[in-house]
């Protein structure tokens, strides 16, 4: 079992919604409801944005939003600010008992 | 508010053993699940270890021969021992609270192995 996919880049103008996607396999993400999502700015530690696939922590803006459909979870950033480029990362645990973290993703705001 | 602290040396030489101690304060470690979590430079997060508050653990299958996770809750910290490092082994070491979901990192340390 390796890491969830996601793209490599992703890029939207500022007021604009972008949808990072995370796919795995029905033994990941498709088997489970957890999922969570992060972002993390350069030299930085990453931040919790979305647990359990849809759930939101204090704090956390609700731009921010997580789903699910088969093997393939999303967050989507709605009105896109200039600080909210970033790395993100999603992950999910899976049947091995283990947990995958993705690939990861840039976020640009053009 | 939780904060977590690692500590431990910055470099290691290849075939010796990486250790890393988090100290945990602001809350409990006698509640909840704790995890290590590292970075190479310029690459993705990877998960390595957890551990609970009643000492249960579970490993990263790719590093499970060579990691260790222990708890000592009198001193309210963790710790990670990785054997035999190689330089595929130079990463940025975060402690977490939680396993699966992680709301509360330290801010990382950087390890590099090399002679």
Not at chain 1, 26 to 43: F, I, K, R, T
Not at chain 1, 100 to 107: A, D, L, R
Not at chain 2, 24 to 49: C, D, F, H
Not at chain 2, 89 to 112: I, K
């Amino acid at each position: 079992q390796s890491a969830l996919t996601q793209p490599a880049s992703v890029s939207g103008s500022p007021g604009q919604s972008i949808t990072i996607s995370c796919t795995g396999t029905n033994s990941d993400v498709g088997a489970y409801d957890y999922v969570s999502w992060y972002q993390q700015h350069p030299g930085k530690a990453p931040r919790l944005l979305i647990y359990d696939v849809h759930n939101r922590p204090s704090g956390v803006s609700n731009r921010f939003s997580g789903s699910k459909s088969g093997n393939t979870a999303s967050l989507t950033i709605s009105e896109l600010q200039a600080e909210d480029e970033a790395d993100y990362y999603c992950n999910s645990y899976a049947s091995t008992n283990t947990y995958f973290f993705g690939t990861g993703t840039k976020v640009t705001v053009l | 508010q939780v904060q977590l602290q690692e500590s431990g040396p910055g470099l290691v030489k290849p075939s010796e053993t990486l250790s890393l101690t988090c100290s945990v304060s602001g809350g409990s470690i006698s509640t909840y699940y704790w995890s290590w979590i590292r970075q190479p430079p310029g690459k993705g997060l990877e998960w390595i270890a957890y551990i609970n508050y009643s000492g249960r653990t579970n490993y990263n299958p790719s590093l499970k021969s060579r990691a260790t996770i222990s708890l000592d809750t009198s001193k309210s910290q963790f710790s990670l021992k990785l054997n035999s490092v190689t330089a595929a082994d130079t990463a940025v070491y975060y402690c977490t609270r939680g396993a699966g979901w992680y709301p509360y990192w330290s801010q990382g340390t950087l390890v590099t192995v090399s002679s």
